[in-house]
């Protein structure tokens, strides 16, 4: 006898990422470890003092019970400041800012919050898998506007303002953009705004990687009638080496944010009081940590853009973030076999641009989150491939 499942998650598939790691996993061996370039998880620790924090919190007995659906004060005050001392914005720690369970959890609330059954979402192409898989579980019409490939990837607003947007509720954008490393202009950033406010819909800029190879931080929430129509997710994985620990929040003005509390304390107790004092912590971090975090990301941009270039990929070399984001070569015609033969005949775990939707699959994005020397070395196992590679190639050529 079998169960009927609920019809939201019939059009969902599972996460990429969690059906494939188990088949990269099954190829590891001791002998001739996999590298994985797939997933954005930082392999740092966060500061000591952080880490300190948590632990020196952890030693109270008082400290280990439920927590305030909002947040502590002291937590909200902090990521008032962070956004004033990075982004210009001033924001009200009481009601404009809501702590998360990292950002990932507030796609959801949003969605719930805001979406309902029918309505339209937009969402970006290529763009983050889980706007499509959320607003498909929460009943919406999903319905995805380009970004321009030979534009940097921009907004192609031509394209975007002929459609029909009197039954758009969401719109979702991204920058710095996963996974094209991409930036919207400040200009194209009003355009959104006013575009938001014309057909009054909600404008979400999901943006954890701002800080990362990025000499110009900026929020959605600076423009010019943004409070009124827009929300931003933020979160401490990518910034602060802390994708584990689960810190984000989303900002905004009172009445979008408390729209969301209603959603977010019906589903948890509260984050842990030991990772909010060590949040605070992290948040006060001052230039000097994104300043050494970015002297390590660049010489790992360069590493894995030596792979991209021996893999024959176009890409920009302006992109920012956790990311690499490459062009796979005209002759090959079969994105996902090719990645799947650099896995098993390298040990090299790529991830294929067509997770992230149709304007994606002839790409493929390399992860930033690996050593300097494992870079290095999935570039010579990559390389060895390619010349091998080639010489059977060239040996067919020969016989016929």
């Known amino acids: 006898m079998m169960i009927r499942t609920a019809r939201r998650i019939q059009g969902v598939e599972e996460y990429y990422f969690s059906r494939k790691l188990q088949e990269v996993r099954s190829l590891d061996t001791s002998e001739f470890p996999v590298i994985n370039l797939g997933i954005g998880s930082p392999d740092r620790a966060p500061s000591p003092g952080v880490i300190d924090k948590l632990y020196q ?14 947040g502590i004060p002291g937590l909200r005050k902090a990521i008032a400041e962070f956004n004033k001392r990075i982004y210009g914005v001033s924001l009200n720690a009481e009601n404009e800012i809501l702590p998360l369970m ?10 719930m919050a805001f979406v309902d059954e029918g309505d339209t979402v937009l969402i970006p192409d290529p763009g983050y898998p889980t706007y499509s898989s959320v607003s498909q ?26 459609k029909d947007l009197s039954g758009v509720k969401l719109m979702w954008i991204n920058s710095p ?17 006013d575009l938001a406010r014309k057909h009054n819909f909600l404008l979400v800029n999901d943006n954890p990687y701002s800080m990362v190879l990025n000499d110009r931080p900026t929020s959605v929430l600076s423009l010019n009638g943004a409070m009124e129509v827009a929300l931003e997710l933020n979160s401490l994985s990518k ?15 009172e009445t ?13 107790s509260g984050m842990f009081l030991g990772i909010q004092q060590a949040a605070i912590e992290a948040l006060e971090q001052g230039e000097s940590w994104f300043d050494e975090l970015n002297s390590v990301y660049g010489r790992r941009k360069e590493k894995a853009l030596d792979i991209l270039e021996t893999l024959e990929c176009h890409y920009a070399a302006s992109q920012t973030g956790l990311f690499v984001w490459g062009k796979a070569p005209d002759h090959v015609k079969d994105i996902p076999a090719w990645i799947d033969s650099i896995l098993y005949q390298t040990k090299v775990f790529i991830t294929p ?8 699959e002839r790409f493929i994005r390399l992860s930033l989150c690996a050593t300097e ?7 010579e196992r990559i390389l060895k491939w390619a010349e091998l590679a080639t010489a059977e190639s060239e040996r067919k050529e020969v016989n016929i």
């Open 239 to 253: 910034s602060h080496n802390m994708a584990g620990w689960r810190v984000g929040w989303v900002a905004g003005n």
């Open 353 to 360: 641009g067509f997770i992230f939707g149709k304007a994606g």
């Open 57 to 70: 919190t952890a030693l109270g007995n008082g400290n280990h019970g439920y927590q305030n659906y909002k």
């Open 177 to 193: 953009h996963m996974p094209t490393g991409s930036r919207l202009s400040m200009q194209d950033l009003q355009r959104v705004v």
């Open 373 to 379: 020397q494992n870079l290095h070395l999935a570039h």
């Open 102 to 111: 990292g950002s990932k959890e507030g796609i959801l609330h949003i969605s």
């Open 137 to 162: 579980l929460v009943g919406a019409k999903v319905d995805t506007y380009t970004l321009q490939e030979d534009k940097n990837w921009a907004i192609d607003f031509e394209a975007l303002e002929t």
């Open 256 to 268: 979008h944010v408390n729209a969301v509390l209603k959603v977010k304390s019906n589903m948890d």
